[in-house]
């Protein structure tokens, strides 16, 4: 069976790790310039070097987004850039822009490149031209079906690699080339700064009727008509393997580190149950289901994978997310007595029950025992974000374990 690769997102030093620690193979991550999620904390230089020692020491590789389209006032900057790059040793860049393109061949010719699913490849012949000009991977659009993808793994070169999206949030756009940010704001998706406006209610105004708001659908809450669900492919690993997929990548590079935790674990866990034995991977799928869904998402669709997608794609009545679970810190030491250190995320207090999402795929359950803050003094609850924090539940956890709270 193909050893598919599990591409995770990273939008922070702090959540690389815990993609690493949770199964990633891959990471994808991105500078203070240059990628389309310029609202995400993102990397500096120093934070990139740092992250790929650490990815490299656990087997993991790190891809680094550069896949803005560019202006010519950006070309300066992005010479410079990837000679800084140069430096620092990414296993991959994630390039759109042709022009960024030959930038990248010029300054890191020993890199490999892999071709966004900006660049909107949606035929074999595409992917044969960016084989010949030095491309490694083409990341698909993600309007192609699986048959479609099939194609494509048959007739590009057979040393070309073939990624796709498998889960995550979905533009209402042709691979994400959205002009409504930038109408509406100002905000240029293609330059990374993406207000994400397929979010908000919209109705219809007549022409000589200003202020007048016609509902699109006879609700009095308006609707979301671009509204889309998120992408989840978790039950159909088998298909994807079929379609000749080489790496199954994750969207988020601007989620928590407990979306990535679950989504990468649930993934990981999927794959391996599959390599396994396919009777085992069905076995497990309520597991699976229940699992992905301990994160934030919008309900969940197969997009384009089954063909084109109908009006059970969309959400139309609200644009809020999903949440079963809340993220309370991720372990960062353990102390001299046993007690975990954190960085608080969310409030808890002593008594409460909380989750250990462990690496392997289970989870443990854990009373809080007790609370310190850095200085030893006890707390019976934690309120402040970002508070270091000692806590006592009884047990010791592995440093980059994730601790999260069922809501009610």
């Given at each position: 069976?193909?050893?598919?690769?599990?591409?995770?997102?990273?939008?922070?030093?702090?959540?690389?790790?815990?993609?690493?620690?949770?199964?990633?193979?891959?990471?994808y991550i991105g500078g203070e310039d240059f990628g389309?999620?310029?609202?995400?904390?993102?990397?500096?230089?120093?934070?990139?070097?740092?992250?790929?020692?650490?990815?490299?020491?656990?087997?993991?590789?790190?891809?680094?987004?550069?896949?803005?389209?560019?202006?010519?006032?950006?070309?300066?900057?992005?010479?410079?850039?990837?000679?800084?790059?140069?430096?620092?040793?990414?296993?991959?860049?994630?390039?759109?822009?042709?022009?960024?393109?030959?930038?990248?061949?010029?300054?890191?010719?020993?890199?490999?490149?892999?071709?966004?699913?900006?660049?909107?490849?949606?035929?074999?012949?595409?992917?044969?031209?960016?084989?010949?000009?030095?491309?490694?991977?083409?990341?698909?659009?993600?309007?192609?079906?699986?048959?479609?993808?099939?194609?494509?793994?048959?007739?590009?070169?057979?040393?070309?690699?073939?990624?796709?999206?498998?889960?995550?949030?979905?533009?209402?756009?042709?691979?994400?080339?959205?002009?409504?940010?930038?109408?509406?704001?100002?905000?240029?998706?293609?330059?990374?700064?993406?207000?994400?406006?397929?979010?908000?209610?919209?109705?219809?105004?007549?022409?000589?009727?200003?202020?007048?708001?016609?509902?699109?659908?006879?609700?009095?809450?308006?609707?979301?008509?671009?509204?889309?669900?998120?992408?989840?492919?978790?039950?159909?690993?088998?298909?994807?393997?079929?379609?000749g997929i080489d790496s199954f990548k994750i969207e988020?590079?601007?989620?928590?580190?407990?979306?990535?935790?679950?989504?990468?674990?649930?993934?990981?866990?999927?794959?391996?149950?599959?390599?396994?034995?396919?009777?085992?991977?069905?076995?497990?799928?309520?597991?699976?289901?229940?699992?992905?869904?301990?994160?934030?998402?919008?309900?969940?669709?197969?997009?384009?994978?089954?063909?084109?997608?109908?009006?059970?794609?969309?959400?139309?009545?609200?644009?809020?997310?999903?949440?079963?679970?809340?993220?309370?810190?991720?372990?960062?030491?353990?102390?001299?007595?046993?007690?975990?250190?954190?960085?608080?995320?969310?409030?808890?207090?002593?008594?409460?029950?909380?989750?250990?999402?462990?690496?392997?795929?289970?989870?443990?359950v854990l009373d809080v025992q007790g609370i310190q803050?850095?200085?030893?003094?006890?707390?019976?609850?934690?309120?402040?974000?970002?508070?270091?924090?000692?806590?006592?539940?009884?047990?010791?956890?592995?440093?980059?374990?994730?601790?999260?709270?069922?809501?009610?």
């Amino acid at each position: 069976m193909q050893e598919t690769e599990l591409l995770i997102p990273a939008g922070s030093l702090p959540v690389l790790r815990t993609a690493v620690c949770y199964g990633a193979d891959a990471v994808y991550i991105g500078g203070e310039d240059f990628g389309l999620r310029a609202k995400a904390h993102n990397f500096t230089l120093e934070e990139m070097r740092e992250g790929i020692r650490f990815a490299h020491s656990h087997g993991c590789k790190v891809y680094i987004t550069a896949n803005i389209f560019a202006h010519n006032a950006d070309l300066g900057g992005i010479r410079d850039y990837f000679g800084q790059l140069r430096q620092i040793g990414p296993d991959a860049l994630i390039i759109s822009d042709p022009g960024v393109f030959l930038l990248a061949r010029e300054q890191l010719p020993e890199v490999e490149i892999h071709i966004s699913t900006q660049a909107n490849t949606t035929n074999y012949e595409t992917c044969r031209f960016w084989h010949q000009l030095g491309a490694k991977r083409i990341v698909a659009a993600r309007e192609l079906s699986l048959t479609e993808l099939q194609e494509l793994r048959q007739n590009m070169p057979e040393e070309m690699e073939l990624e796709a999206f498998v889960h995550g949030a979905m533009c209402i756009s042709y691979s994400g080339r959205c002009l409504l940010s930038h109408y509406f704001t100002g905000r240029d998706a293609n330059q990374g700064a993406c207000t994400h406006p397929c979010r908000w209610k919209y109705a219809v105004v007549e022409e000589q009727r200003p202020g007048e708001y016609l509902p699109v659908e006879e609700d009095e809450r308006g609707t979301y008509i671009f509204n889309s669900k998120d992408l989840c492919m978790i039950e159909h690993i088998p298909e994807l393997l079929e379609a000749g997929i080489d790496s199954f990548k994750i969207e988020g590079r601007m989620k928590t580190a407990l979306y990535v935790a679950t989504v990468a674990r649930t993934y990981r866990r999927a794959l391996e149950d599959y390599r396994k034995s396919p009777a085992l991977y069905q076995q497990n799928m309520d597991y699976y289901r229940s699992e992905i869904a301990k994160c934030t998402y919008r309900q969940f669709t197969t997009g384009f994978y089954f063909g084109k997608t109908d009006a059970h794609a969309q959400i139309y009545d609200n644009n809020t997310y999903l949440r079963e679970y809340t993220y309370l810190g991720t372990v960062e030491a353990i102390d001299e007595s046993g007690w975990l250190v954190l960085e608080q995320r969310n409030k808890f207090s002593v008594g409460e029950e909380i989750e250990a999402m462990l690496f392997d795929g289970e989870n443990q359950v854990l009373d809080v025992q007790g609370i310190q803050d850095e200085e030893g003094r006890p707390m019976e609850a934690a309120p402040h974000p970002k508070q270091m924090l000692h806590v006592n539940v009884g047990t010791e956890l592995p440093v980059g374990c994730i601790l999260r709270r069922k809501e009610a």
